[in-house]
Antibody, heavy 120, light 107 residues
Framework: EVHLVESGGGLVQPGGSLKLSCAAS????????MTWVRQAPGKGLEWLAN????????FYVDSVKGRFTISRDNAKNSVYLQMNSLRAEDTAVYYC?????????????WGQGTLVTVSS | DIQMTQSPSSLSASVGDRVTITCRAS??????LAWYQQRPGKVPQLLIY???TLQSGVPSRFSGSGSGTDFTLTISGLQPEDVATYYC?????????FGQGTKVEIK
């Protein structure tokens, strides 16, 4: 069974940094693209970033480009999201998800999410 | 960037009704379109991928159609457990984009 567990969320001041982690199990992690998606309180879903199975390709939404960095460690079955220069509007639940990337592209399994609150 | 317009933003229907939600892309995205269900307080769940392929384990009352720019999610026979917000996701090229969501309630 696929299991994704996010951690690292919490309260951070505007301008601060936070690194989220997502530990994966139940599948061959190194064979899958991974993604981060967020959801601000009471709002819709926002796709943030994808990373290729070997880390050689990364894609970001414009609103986080240059501030957030997605990375992975296949030896640790983990994907990360380094978030710098955080703003109040980055307050959200952050989900990691496994990506099916081929003739179709979609997320099939998601973690439970970790809450990031940016506030002074 | 390619924009996704999802409609309606909310709807109320009776149990057993046929419900239709649409997503329109600002340009051709082939069939790179998925649909997700998010029940209140829960994690999003994949319903449909490649525009019309039903994810394993999803009830057959859910179906998807469309290609190019216009896509539809249909619930054939709304059930109480279908109360949720539904999102489309465009994934033909980065940046991927979700639709704005459609909140489905029971009348």
């Amino acid at each position: 069974e696929v299991h994704l567990v996010e951690s690292g969320g919490g309260l951070v001041q505007p301008g601060g940094s936070l690194k989220l982690s997502c530990a994966a199990s139940g599948f061959t992690f190194s064979s899958y693209w991974m993604t981060w998606v967020r959801q601000a309180p009471g709002k819709g879903l926002e796709w943030l970033a994808n990373i290729k199975h070997d880390g050689s390709a990364k894609f970001y939404v414009d609103s986080v480009k240059g501030r957030f960095t997605i990375s992975r460690d296949n030896a640790k079955n983990s994907v990360y999201l380094q978030m710098n220069s955080l703003r109040a509007e980055d307050t959200a639940v952050y989900y990691c998800a496994r990506l099916k990337y081929g003739s179709s592209r979609h997320t099939d399994d998601w973690g439970q999410g970790t809450l990031v609150t940016v506030s002074s | 960037d390619i924009q996704m317009t999802q409609s309606p933003s909310s709807l109320s229907a009776s149990v057993g009704d046929r419900v239709t939600i649409t997503c329109r892309a600002s340009q051709d995205i082939s069939d790179f379109l998925a649909w997700y269900q998010q029940r209140p307080g829960k994690v999003p769940q994949l319903l449909i991928y490649a525009a019309s392929t039903l994810q394993s384990g999803v009830p057959s009352r859910f179906s998807g159609s469309g290609s190019g720019t216009d896509f539809t999610l249909t619930i054939s026979g709304l059930q109480p457990e279908d109360v949720a917000t539904y999102y489309c996701l465009r994934s033909n090229s980065a940046p991927w984009t979700f639709g704005q969501g459609t909140k489905v309630e029971i009348k």
